[in-house]
């Protein structure tokens, strides 16, 4: 059976590479879908390589203060579409990690690091953090690490998400 | 370059009858339906909101949401915009300004002008409040030529003209090709933002536009003129991120607050963590990082009660 498995492996493989490699780099995160779900579909998936399949198209990318100050500075008005889109990327990370608690854990961490990296924009890290918090109230398991956290972030952010945080203190 | 050329220009009046339209080529046609016709379904929409989620919000805010708007229901929303924006047209079509003055507040200091406000930029903009004061400067009154010779003369900062360009959509385009719904309640939110830069609280004086006659910059205008509640003009950020540029409102209750306290509400009707609600966040997040006030002095100080009254010359 063993070597049933890995000859389907390998033609899973062999005939998904050509589709990721020859695609254009914008469309090769579609191609990482199509392959994560034409090998559910036809072969028995090593969990490793799920995983990783899993975590690929859905890396998170947040945007640097200098674009922000770039795009605002050619559009005043509006909420910079970068912050948007890191926003639009972090809903079906969200969702997944809201279904079970072992996803959850794993995106916490990706969060953390998020609100804790004073490099980036206060607005990234408050959106970061305000999702650590709906992450807590689903799971109260992370309470203790959230008020770590909380106490930990730039004071900015956590004033956009809790003008009363620091009062309470 | 001079931009008031006569164009032909689409428009609809809020009640949502159209106002004559050219006929359109077939790309033409697929954007103004889709600003436009974005836009009217945006607004009628607003009679199913769900009032739960303001009422919830007001619960722990010192109740900002109703002293603004009147109420919880998407009737007291659209009132709101109702009573101060009068006039859409798609941005791209421009507009014609008469008598056709080259200096229009706003133009010859930070901005190049209205006319920087292409496709490319914004997503909406309302410039009544801007043509009614330069109006008062040059004393005159500014007529505003929209769709099919339609004049509009800028009597009052409330007349609300509201200029709706190809980034008014219903998709956000991501980095990766694909695109993401973008929730009704943003672009609401949006024309809310615009609504409230028709109000000129507290009125303007003759002195007020005497040191906007004598302002060499835009930000002279707003650090040394009492009026920049008059319309709510937006200031030079003092701190943050974006510091130094002009993104931000000195005073609270100005348009990024406004539009903070109706997504506040309205967020609270949405699942927690979900697409939409990401979306939503990021703008509140965004709009109170703007507010240089404070959020807390906004929502709990009573000293600043948000003051949703327009005044004319005093």
Same mark, same amino acid.
């Given at each position: 059976m063993k070597w049933k498995n890995s000859v389907l492996l390998a033609i899973g493989i062999l005939s998904l590479t050509p589709l990721y490699f020859f695609t254009p780099t914008t469309k090769k995160e579609n191609s990482t879908i199509i392959k994560t779900s034409v090998f559910q579909t036809q072969v028995i998936l090593p969990t490793q390589i799920n995983k990783e399949n899993k975590n690929l198209p859905q890396k998170l990318t947040p945007p640097s203060v200098d674009q922000i100050r770039q795009e605002v500075a050619s559009d *005043?008005?509006?909420? *910079?579409i970068s912050i948007l889109n890191f926003a639009a990327k972090l809903g079906p990370k969200m969702e997944q990690a809201l279904e079970t608690e072992e996803t959850a854990l794993v995106f916490f961490e990706e969060l953390k690091k998020c609100t804790l990296n004073s490099t980036l924009p206060v607005s990234i890290q408050a959106i970061c953090l305000s999702n650590v918090q709906i992450l807590t109230e689903t799971y109260p398991i992370l309470e203790d690490q959230m008020n770590i956290i909380k106490e930990q972030a730039s004071a900015e952010s956590v004033r956009l998400i809790d003008p009363l945080f620091f009062e309470e203190e | 370059m001079n931009l008031f050329n006569s164009t032909i220009f689409i428009c609809i009046t809020l009640g949502g009858l159209g106002c004559g339209q050219k006929p359109p080529n077939t790309r033409e046609a697929a954007e103004i339906g889709d600003s436009l016709s974005l836009l009217e379904s945006d607004l009628n929409a607003l009679s199913s909101l769900n009032e739960k989620g303001p009422r919830a919000y007001d619960a722990s805010s010192n109740g900002r949401f109703y002293q603004i708007f009147g109420g919880y229901s998407g009737k007291n929303v659209r009132d709101f915009i109702n009573e101060r924006i009068q006039y859409y047209f798609k941005a791209s079509d421009g507009y014609s300004l008469s008598p056709p003055d080259q200096k229009i507040i706003h133009r010859n200091w930070i901005y190049k002008g209205l006319e920087s406000i292409d496709d490319t930029n914004v997503l909406a903009f309302n410039f009544g409040t801007q043509i009614w004061i330069q109006g008062l400067l040059d004393r005159t009154t500014y007529t505003v030529t929209l769709d099919k010779g339609q004049v509009v003369p800028a009597t009052s900062s409330r007349v609300g003209i509201v200029g709706l360009t190809a980034r008014y959509v219903k998709y956000l385009p991501k980095n990766d090709n694909s695109s993401t719904e973008i929730p009704i309640e943003f672009r609401q939110s949006t024309i809310i933002h615009e609504a409230r830069h028709s109000d000129c609280t507290d009125g303007i004086t003759e002195s007020d536009l005497n040191r906007i006659r004598q302002a060499q910059s835009y930000s002279e205008f707003i650090h040394n003129s009492h009026a920049r509640k008059c319309g709510h003009f937006h200031s030079p950020c003092e701190t943050g991120d974006l510091k130094g540029l002009l993104a931000c409102d000195l005073d609270p209750w100005g348009s990024y607050g406004i539009q903070m306290i109706f997504l506040e509400g309205v967020i609270n009707n949405i699942k927690p963590g979900a697409a939409a609600w990401q979306i939503l966040n990021a703008k509140i997040l965004d709009n109170k990082s703007r507010v240089q006030f404070g959020y807390l002095r906004m929502i709990y100080s009573q000293a600043h009660h948000p003051n949703m009254n327009s005044s004319g010359l005093r």
């Amino acid at each position: 059976m063993k070597w049933k498995n890995s000859v389907l492996l390998a033609i899973g493989i062999l005939s998904l590479t050509p589709l990721y490699f020859f695609t254009p780099t914008t469309k090769k995160e579609n191609s990482t879908i199509i392959k994560t779900s034409v090998f559910q579909t036809q072969v028995i998936l090593p969990t490793q390589i799920n995983k990783e399949n899993k975590n690929l198209p859905q890396k998170l990318t947040p945007p640097s203060v200098d674009q922000i100050r770039q795009e605002v500075a050619s559009d *005043p008005h509006s909420t *910079p579409i970068s912050i948007l889109n890191f926003a639009a990327k972090l809903g079906p990370k969200m969702e997944q990690a809201l279904e079970t608690e072992e996803t959850a854990l794993v995106f916490f961490e990706e969060l953390k690091k998020c609100t804790l990296n004073s490099t980036l924009p206060v607005s990234i890290q408050a959106i970061c953090l305000s999702n650590v918090q709906i992450l807590t109230e689903t799971y109260p398991i992370l309470e203790d690490q959230m008020n770590i956290i909380k106490e930990q972030a730039s004071a900015e952010s956590v004033r956009l998400i809790d003008p009363l945080f620091f009062e309470e203190e | 370059m001079n931009l008031f050329n006569s164009t032909i220009f689409i428009c609809i009046t809020l009640g949502g009858l159209g106002c004559g339209q050219k006929p359109p080529n077939t790309r033409e046609a697929a954007e103004i339906g889709d600003s436009l016709s974005l836009l009217e379904s945006d607004l009628n929409a607003l009679s199913s909101l769900n009032e739960k989620g303001p009422r919830a919000y007001d619960a722990s805010s010192n109740g900002r949401f109703y002293q603004i708007f009147g109420g919880y229901s998407g009737k007291n929303v659209r009132d709101f915009i109702n009573e101060r924006i009068q006039y859409y047209f798609k941005a791209s079509d421009g507009y014609s300004l008469s008598p056709p003055d080259q200096k229009i507040i706003h133009r010859n200091w930070i901005y190049k002008g209205l006319e920087s406000i292409d496709d490319t930029n914004v997503l909406a903009f309302n410039f009544g409040t801007q043509i009614w004061i330069q109006g008062l400067l040059d004393r005159t009154t500014y007529t505003v030529t929209l769709d099919k010779g339609q004049v509009v003369p800028a009597t009052s900062s409330r007349v609300g003209i509201v200029g709706l360009t190809a980034r008014y959509v219903k998709y956000l385009p991501k980095n990766d090709n694909s695109s993401t719904e973008i929730p009704i309640e943003f672009r609401q939110s949006t024309i809310i933002h615009e609504a409230r830069h028709s109000d000129c609280t507290d009125g303007i004086t003759e002195s007020d536009l005497n040191r906007i006659r004598q302002a060499q910059s835009y930000s002279e205008f707003i650090h040394n003129s009492h009026a920049r509640k008059c319309g709510h003009f937006h200031s030079p950020c003092e701190t943050g991120d974006l510091k130094g540029l002009l993104a931000c409102d000195l005073d609270p209750w100005g348009s990024y607050g406004i539009q903070m306290i109706f997504l506040e509400g309205v967020i609270n009707n949405i699942k927690p963590g979900a697409a939409a609600w990401q979306i939503l966040n990021a703008k509140i997040l965004d709009n109170k990082s703007r507010v240089q006030f404070g959020y807390l002095r906004m929502i709990y100080s009573q000293a600043h009660h948000p003051n949703m009254n327009s005044s004319g010359l005093r």
